[in-house]
């Protein structure tokens, strides 16, 4: 696995970057071929926390995963252990319906996860989706209580998403 290991606005310490590879080397056994693997993790610290991510591109899935804690190490442990239920949902879930692309995961150690996690898509929505700006799609999905909310850019005229962020903030995914 090759991993690349940055901080923002931090120096990363050699023990830092050994704790980190240790601990991620251990995802290695979940993938077919793990020397093609690219980790890239990411560290910084905003307001007096270690925030960790990590990103895993993978061919069929691109893992990533952030955390922050009050200290790396800690938030390294518990970004490990996020990305390793996440390969092990994906595997299990792949396998599952026999996708035959998924020969990057290496099957002989999954675990399955017990029935009661598994999430289902419990209601589907057909929505008319309406031209509209920035703005007014933001008001509209605080009208509705919503973390999200699709519309048609009123410029572009390209569908896009518009959601909130842990940090209170805004974000705009644009389709091309």
Do not use: C, W
């Not at 996860?113 to 989706?129: A, M, N, Y």
Request: glycine content about 2%; aromatic content about 6%; proline content about 4%.
């Amino acid at each position: 696995m090759n991993i690349s290991i940055r901080g923002s606005k931090l120096e990363i310490t050699e023990a830092m970057k050994k704790y980190a590879t240790e601990k991620l080397k251990k995802l290695e056994k979940y993938v077919e071929s793990p020397e093609d693997m690219n980790a890239t993790v990411i560290v910084k610290i905003p307001n007096h926390l270690h925030k960790v991510e990590i990103t895993i591109p993978l061919k069929s899935v691109i893992l990533r995963v952030e955390e922050e804690q009050e200290d790396f190490y800690a938030a390294i442990d518990v970004v490990v252990d996020k990305l390793e239920r996440q390969i092990r949902k994906n595997k299990t879930r792949l396998q599952s319906k026999k996708i035959k692309e998924a020969k990057e995961f290496a099957y002989d150690y999954i675990e399955p996860i017990p029935e009661e996690d598994e999430k289902r898509v419990l209601k589907r929505k057909k929505i008319e989706v309406k031209p509209m700006d920035e703005e007014e799609a933001i008001l509209q999905m605080e009208l509705l209580g919503h973390q999200f909310y699709l519309y048609k850019d009123i410029d572009t005229e390209a569908p896009a998403v518009v959601y909130k962020r842990k940090d209170g903030n805004y974000g705009i995914i644009e389709a091309e």
